[in-house]
Nanobody
Framework: QMRLVESGGGLVQAGGSLNLSCVASGGLFDFYNMGWFRQAPGKDRDFVAAITWDGTSTYHADSMKGRVAISRDNTKNTLYLQMSSLMPEDTAVYYC?????????????????????WGQGTQVAVSS
């Protein structure tokens, strides 16, 4: 059973930057595609970014294109999300998630239901 632990959230002013990390354990990290999702209070869980198991393909939500970059280091079992030009509407709990690379088509990597394992989330708050 894979365990995912996010870190790096916090309070930042609008226009600022944050770098999130997600450390995986309990499984072969390069067996999994990875994604970042976020959920604001009272709202659905939204796709932020995803990356294939080998890092060769990445996907980003239209609302965050140009402001986020997803990456991974398979030698460190770690997923990253670099966020810049943050806006108050980016305030949410950010979750990392994993799915089995042989069981999910890349076209589904933006869908929350394609992911099997989830972290507990890290809070990001952007003040105006």
């Amino acid at each position: 059973q894979m365990r995912l632990v996010e870190s790096g959230g916090g309070l930042v002013q609008a226009g600022g930057s944050l770098n999130l990390s997600c450390v995986a354990s309990g499984g072969l990290f390069d067996f999994y595609n990875m994604g970042w999702f976020r959920q604001a209070p009272g709202k659905d869980r939204d796709f932020v970014a995803a990356i294939t198991w080998d890092g060769t393909s990445t996907y980003h939500a239209d609302s965050m294109k140009g402001r986020v970059a997803i990456s991974r280091d398979n030698t460190k079992n770690t997923l990253y999300l670099q966020m810049s030009s943050l806006m108050p509407e980016d305030t949410a709990v950010y979750y990392c998630a994993a799915n089995h690379r042989f069981e999910v088509d890349n076209s589904d990597l933006t869908k929350w239901y394609a992911y099997v394992y989830w972290g507990q989330g890290t809070q990001v708050a952007v003040s105006s």
